[in-house]
């Protein structure tokens, strides 16, 4: 029985009733924790004493949108490359989030399906890398979105098949490309690129297999679709309009709305590749995607925090930087760090283990130099992670 008392100034357990505690501390045992107490009320039995001095603790992040491994890195464009060189890559991306304090992550859609390989190689201990929890390929149409990530079909049966492959090959979720890009032609900003019935089906395999299904959709014609099939999470939503808010509140359907993309697309992408016609786009979006977050968050639509790092100019060592955009969006500290924990552990499903620091949770958790409540920006800034109880 290996038991550790951790001793500290703050602590936000995430706990409904007093998420705030000043002057803790947080008994361990085995990594799972078993109480979190002030100090006064603490009996400490024979443990060992761990002093995390005047750090500000809280959950480790949980990024429920990236990609390790994505289509701009696929061998078409890096001729020469070999696999083995592609899956170091891959590997160093999950390490970079996981020492910028990401403990578990989602990916949703990787070149050759790699990410399944690093998330086994994590899960048996073989490599250090964050929980992950990944689609392997996602699904789109034919030359859809991403279909360099993706498994292409196009009927209501083949997208049935297709979903029934991603899961053979292991996949822990279902990831579609429902609409295109921001920038993409047709009848409306982000047009639908499935039908209905494909998307339907889709949804309805996965569910049936006891996958979530989390969907890249901008157009409002891709969300309205993909909210009235059940879907579990939509991705970005730039153009979700207040009825299918509502519809979303009802439902419980979460929304990762990845403000870092249009973000780094414009203040990095633009300045590297002025003409980018993709990036222009991004630039003209921005305040119409977070006006769009601000309104769900006010409607009280559930937030899970992702930032689709992978994606064009959206780096993995700064990915906390996705809740200093929340509230630029609107919402409060306390919303974006309730999304970055709780809300994207519920969304991915290890809620079991993380998103909190309660009795029974992986003793998982970041020492920041500053009060994030008070200081947003501080989530980025250099920190302790503590995977199971052990610094890294
Ligand atoms: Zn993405």
Known sequence: MRKKAYHGKWIFTGNREKPILENFVMMTENARILWVKPAEDAEIEDAEAIDLGDAYVVPGFIDAHVHLFCGESAYEECPGRSAAHHVCQGVKNAQELLKAGVVACRDLGAYEGYTLGVRDSIEKGEINGPKIIACGHALCATGGHGYQISYECDGADEVRRQVRRVIKEGADVVKMMVSGGVNSPGPEPGPCEFTEEE?????????????????????????RYCVEAGVDSIEHGVFLTEDIMDKMVKQGTYLVPTLCAPYYAVTEGLK????????????????????MLKQCADKGVKIA?????????????????????????????RQALDAATSGSAELLGIADDYGSLEEGKLATFLCLKENPLEHIACVVDSKDVYIKGEKL
Do not use: C, W
Request: charged share 20%; hydrophobic share 35%; proline share 8%.
């Open 305 to 333: 925090f992702g930032t689709d790092a992978g994606s064009p100019y959206n780096p993995y060592d700064k990915v906390p930087y996705e809740m200093v955009l929340m509230t630029m969006a609107g919402l409060s500290p």
């Open 199 to 223: 998307i339907r089906a889709g949804i309805e395999t996965a569910h049936a297999l006891g996958r979530k299904v989390a969907v890249h959709t901008h157009g409002n014609t891709a969300v």
């Open 272 to 291: 590297a590749d002025p003409d980018n016609p993709d990036h222009a786009k991004s630039k003209e979006i921005i305040q119409i995607h977070r006006d």
